[in-house]
Nanobody, 129 residues
Framework: QVQLVESGGGLVQPGGSLRLSCAVS????????IGWFRQAPGKEREGISC????????????YYADSVKGRFTLSSDKAKNTVYLQMNNLNPEDTAIYYC??????????????????WGQGTQVTVSS
């Protein structure tokens, strides 16, 4: 069974940084994508970043929403089956529950954020002085 577990959230001051982790297990597909989403109180869930995971030509492809581009960076450690979201220059508008998710087989990372069938439980990020 596919499992995704987020960690690394917490309370940080404006301008600070956090690194979120998404540990993936039970996923035997060779071509898929990992996406990061967030949902603030009273807001719809928003796709903010994703990365393609495969041995094919799209391996490592990333996408960043305009709201986080230049501040957030995705990376992956294939040996640890973990994707990281480095978040810098955080502001109060970044406060939300952050979720990672995995796509169905053969989907790849794009700004359309399609095909995410497996989800983690979320981790809270609060940016406040």
């Amino acid at each position: 069974q596919v499992q995704l577990v987020e960690s690394g959230g917490g309370l940080v001051q404006p301008g600070g940084s956090l690194r979120l982790s998404c540990a993936v297990s039970g996923f035997d597909f060779r071509y898929y994508a990992i996406g990061w989403f967030r949902q603030a109180p009273g807001k719809e869930r928003e796709g903010i970043s994703c990365i393609s995971i495969s041995d094919g030509p799209l391996y490592g492809r990333t996408y960043y929403a305009d709201s986080v581009k230049g501040r957030f960076t995705l990376s992956s450690d294939k040996a640890k089956n973990t994707v990281y979201l480095q978040m810098n220059n955080l502001n109060p508008e970044d406060t939300a529950i952050y979720y990672c998710a995995a796509t169905a087989p053969y989907y790849y990372c794009s700004g359309f954020f399609q095909g995410y069938d497996y989800w983690g439980q979320g981790t809270q990020v609060t940016v406040s002085s």
